[in-house]
C-alpha cells in the first residue's frame, strides 16, 4: 500500500498537470468556433443592412409611381371632363345648327381628348402593375428580412452558449491552478 499510495499520487499529479492544458486547449477551440460565429453574425447584419438599403429604394421607387398615378389619374379626369364639355358643345351645334365641318372638329377633338384619356388611364394602370411587382419584392424582401433575422437568433444564441461554456472552462482552469 505504501508503493501503491505514491505511485496514485504521481497519477493524480500528472491527471492534475494535463487538465488546465486540456482545458487550454478546449477554450482555444471555443475562441475559435465564437470567431466563426462572430463572423457569421456580423454577414447576417451585412445583409440585413443591405436587404434595408434594396427596401428604401423600392420605397422610392414606389412613392414616384404613387405620384405619378396621382397624376395620370388627374389628367385623365381633366380630359373626360374637356371630352364631355367638348361634347355638349356638339350637341349644342347639333341642336342649334352649325355646319357639319364644325361639328367634325368638335367630334375630331372630343375624340381626341377621349384618347388622350384613355392613353392615361393605360399608363396610370401600368404603373399600377409596376407596383405590384414592387409589393410582390416587399414580400420577398421581408421573407429575406425573417430568415435573416432568425438565423442571427440562431447565431446570437450559438454565440451564448459558446460563451457560456467557454466561462465554464475558464473557470474550471482557474480552479486547477489555484489547486496547484
Known amino acids: 500500500m505504501?508503493?501503491?499510495?505514491?505511485?496514485?499520487l504521481l497519477l493524480a499529479a500528472a491527471s492534475v498537470t494535463a487538465q488546465p492544458a486540456d482545458l487550454d486547449r478546449q477554450i482555444a477551440a471555443?475562441?475559435?468556433?465564437?470567431?466563426?460565429v462572430e463572423?457569421?453574425?456580423?454577414?447576417v447584419r451585412?445583409?440585413?443592412?443591405?436587404?434595408?438599403?434594396?427596401?428604401?429604394?423600392?420605397?422610392?421607387?414606389?412613392?414616384?409611381?404613387?405620384?405619378q398615378i396621382r397624376d395620370y389619374r388627374a389628367d385623365t379626369y381633366a380630359y373626360h371632363?374637356?371630352?364631355?364639355r367638348v361634347r355638349r358643345m356638339y350637341d349644342d351645334l347639333s341642336r342649334y345648327g352649325g355646319s357639319d365641318a364644325d361639328r367634325r372638329a368638335y367630334d375630331d377633338a372630343r375624340f381626341a381628348l377621349e384618347d388622350e384619356a384613355e392613353r392615361l388611364e393605360g399608363e396610370a394602370q401600368m404603373l399600377n402593375d409596376w407596383t405590384a411587382e414592387i409589393d410582390?419584392?416587399?414580400?420577398?424582401?421581408?421573407?429575406?428580412?425573417?430568415?435573416?433575422a432568425a438565423q442571427g437568433q440562431r447565431l446570437t444564441?450559438?454565440?451564448s452558449a459558446l460563451a457560456n461554456e467557454?466561462?465554464?472552462?475558464?473557470?474550471?482552469r482557474a480552479r486547477l491552478a489555484a489547486r496547484r
Open 166 to 172: 467557454r466561462q465554464t472552462l475558464a473557470e474550471r
Open 2 to 8: 505504501r508503493v501503491l499510495l505514491p505511485a496514485l
Open 30 to 36: 471555443l475562441d475559435r468556433d465564437l470567431g466563426r
Open 157 to 159: 444564441a450559438q454565440r
Open 39 to 43: 463572423a457569421d453574425l456580423a454577414s
Open 46 to 67: 451585412a445583409d440585413l443592412a443591405r436587404i434595408r438599403a434594396d427596401e428604401a429604394a423600392l420605397d422610392d421607387e414606389r412613392a414616384r409611381f404613387q405620384a
Open 81 to 84: 371632363g374637356q371630352a364631355d
Open 136 to 148: 410582390a419584392g416587399y414580400r420577398a424582401h421581408a421573407d429575406r428580412v425573417r430568415e435573416a
